[in-house]
Every structure is written in structure tokens, then in C-alpha cells.
């Protein structure tokens, strides 16, 4: 959402949706302008991963739709606003799914984009340029273990949506900004927990190899006997 933008060390914000999920759209009036506040001011680096697995359960292709054509928004320079536009109108009833009117027109209104952008958006909509992009982001996620939406990772620590959902914005912000991982340790400590962990590995061998060995004796010993 702000390549470029944030400061050294800001918090890595990765936010798995699929824009047919109520509890995303939730999450989204809850939270949305305090990350968007965030990443302006380049407090964190804001990245929204699309998910299309309700299309699955809903039978219906509205979410891989929606998401081609979030991405589509993205190149014509409007991400957030369009993301927003898609939330504000999504269906009250779940699995009614977005309609080709909204995704190609209303929504890119709502969102402001016009004029040449406009139709670079459309076309981009209209032939799919985007998709393998939003397949491979929602397959890359399936990968690794997230498989519900909404999931929120801070620096790949994954927030408890019961906690976060019962916070105001500014305790929010703070679980944000204090949050730590990987991203957010020292060289130092990485460098000490790679260190703990090759240890552990050579302690494994030593323990592998005197087992072996121990084996054989007693197969020697058995075999005298």
C-alpha cells in the first residue's frame, strides 16, 4: 500500500482477506483508516494479501473478480480507495457475490479513478491481467497455514482476532507498533537464535551417532555370545 514510504524497521503489516467475508469488511470499518493513517505517516509497511477461497464455498467467482480488480486499481494508482470501495459495497446477503457494473464502473468511480486510467483499468479488468497475480498470492497463502480471513500478521506474528476485535484504535495501533518477530529483532539475536539452532542440530547428530554406535556393540556382543 506505500512502497517506498515507510521508515527503517517500521512493522511489516500483512492483512489476508477475501473481499467476500463479512468479518473482513468488519475489520475494515474497524481498523481501516488507522492503517491507512499508519502507512501515510510510515509507521508500518502496509501489504493486503487477497484470498479467493470463499468463491469455493459460495460457488461463484465474485471474490477472484473482486480481487483481479482491486489489483487492476493498484496499477492505475488508486489501491486503498478502491479496497474501500469494494468493502462499502458488498452484499448485505453473503454469496450474492459483486456484479460487472460495480466491479468495472461504480466502484472505479467511488474510487476516483477517471479519464485514461479509467480505461487502462477497465482494459486491465476486462482481459484479466491480473489474475495469475491474485491466483498465486492466494495459493501462496493456503501454503503457509492461512486458511481464514481475516488473518493479520505483524512482523509473521499472527494476531489473536478475539483480542484485536475488542480494541479501540489506539490500543490497535499499540498492539501494532509493539508486536515483535523476526523482522523487528536485532542482528544480534538472529545471529544468537541460528547459532542455538545449529547447536541443537549438532547435539541431534552426536545423539543419532552414539546410538548407532551403541547398536553395535550390542549386536556384536549378541553375535558373540
Known amino acids: 500500500v506505500n512502497p517506498g514510504k515507510f521508515k527503517d524497521g517500521a512493522p511489516k503489516v500483512e492483512i489476508f482477506l477475501d473481499y467476500q467475508c463479512p468479518i473482513c469488511k468488519q475489520f475494515g470499518a474497524k481498523f481501516g483508516t488507522t492503517l491507512d493513517d499508519m502507512a501515510t505517516k510510515g509507521e508500518i509497511q502496509l501489504i493486503y494479501r487477497t484470498m479467493t477461497f470463499l468463491d469455493n464455498n459460495l460457488r461463484n467467482d465474485s471474490s477472484l473478480k473482486a480481487g483481479i480488480a482491486a489489483a487492476c486499481a493498484d496499477n492505475a494508482g488508486a489501491y486503498s480507495a478502491y479496497h474501500n470501495a469494494i468493502f462499502a459495497g458488498q452484499p448485505t446477503n453473503e454469496g450474492t457475490g459483486y456484479t460487472t457494473q460495480q466491479l468495472r464502473v461504480d466502484f472505479a468511480g467511488t474510487a476516483g479513478i477517471t479519464g485514461d486510467k479509467l480505461t487502462g483499468f477497465q482494459q486491465c479488468y476486462d482481459s484479466r491481467t491480473t489474475q495469475s497475480f491474485v491466483e498465486g498470492t492466494n495459493e501462496k497463502a493456503a501454503a503457509d497455514g492461512v486458511n481464514s480471513t481475516p488473518t493479520i ?14 480494541q479501540g484504535a489506539d490500543a490497535f495501533r499499540q498492539t501494532v507498533l509493539t508486536t515483535k518477530g523476526m523482522a523487528n529483532t536485532s542482528r544480534r539475536e538472529r545471529l544468537r537464535a541460528a547459532q542455538e539452532a545449529a547447536q541443537k542440530r549438532r547435539r541431534a547428530r552426536i545423539i543419532i551417532a552414539i546410538g548407532v554406535g551403541v547398536g553395535a556393540l550390542i549386536a556384536i556382543a549378541v553375535m558373540v555370545w
Open 153 to 166: 500478521m505483524v512482523n509473521g506474528t499472527k494476531l489473536d482476532n478475539n483480542t484485536i476485535f475488542t
